[in-house]
Antibody, heavy 118, light 113 residues
Framework: QVQLQESGPGLVKPSGTLSLTCAVS????????WSWIRQPPGKGLEWIGY???????DYNPSLKSRLTMSIDTSKNQFSLNLSSVTAADTAIYYC????????????WGQGTLVTVSS | DIVMTQSPDSLTVSPGERATINCKSS????????????LAWYQQKPGQPPKLLIY???TRESGVPDRFSGSGSGTDFTLTISDLQAEDVAVYYC?????????FGQGTKVEIK
């Protein structure tokens, strides 16, 4: 059973960089795509972007200028960096796996709340 | 971007009754090559991550009760929960995975009467 676990600081200062890591266990990262998705408190879901096990990426255009994703298959983890954060970036951040069937999100982490505040 | 619009925003259903949620995409999510609808449904209970219920618009994920069913094609889709149970209280989201950016509907909150 694949499991995903997000980790990282729960509080980031405005204009700082939000950095999160997702650890994958119970399965190989190959040949999958891996996404980050966020959810502001009490609101809906927003796709942030994905990274393939090969390292190729695709980002949401709304965040692209501030976003970097990376992957370390030797450690079975992938990461998110979002720069120049504001209060609007406060959200629960989820990592998720794309299914091998077609790309729907079949496994999700429990999510981690990141608050942007001074 | 493909805009996903769900209706209604919320609904209240008696136990054992049927709940119907609609989802409309701003463009077709059918791939010509395989004729599949790249549309998924998720259930999110309070304090939990979303859970995949339906993929390819109508295929239930393993372990999902058969009272959950998906239908539709092209741009119009429906999630039906027949025989609503107390544990089905949640917010339900549709999502297209036809292209990027991946987009979700705004969510439909299902409550029990």
């Amino acid at each position: 059973q694949v499991q995903l676990q997000e980790s990282g600081p729960g509080l980031v200062k405005p204009s700082g960089t939000l950095s999160l890591t997702c650890a994958v266990s119970g399965g190989s990262m190959s040949p999958c795509f891996w996404s980050w998705i966020r959810q502001p408190p009490g609101k809906g879901l927003e796709w942030i972007g994905y990274i393939h096990y090969s390292g190729s990426t695709d980002y949401n255009p709304s965040l692209k200028s501030r976003l970097t994703m990376s992957i370390d298959t030797s450690k079975n983890q992938f990461s998110l960096n979002l720069s120049s954060v504001t209060a609007a970036d406060t959200a629960i951040y989820y990592c998720a796996r794309h299914s091998l069937r077609g790309g729907e999100f079949d496994y999700w982490g429990q999510g981690t709340l990141v608050t942007v505040s001074s | 971007d493909i805009v996903m619009t769900q209706s209604p925003d919320s609904l209240t259903v008696s136990p054992g009754e049927r709940a119907t949620i609609n989802c409309k995409s701003s463009q077709s999510v059918i791939y010509r090559s395989n004729k599949k609808n790249y549309l998924a449904w998720y259930q999110q209970k309070p304090g939990q991550p979303p859970k995949l219920l339906i993929y390819w618009a109508s295929t239930r994920e393993s372990g999902v009760p058969d009272r959950f069913s998906g239908s539709g094609s092209g741009t119009d889709f429906t999630l039906t929960i027949s025989d609503l149970q107390a544990e089905d209280v949640a917010v339900y989201y549709c999502q297209q995975y036809y292209n990027t950016p991946r987009t979700f509907g705004q969510g439909t909150k299902v409550e029990i009467k």
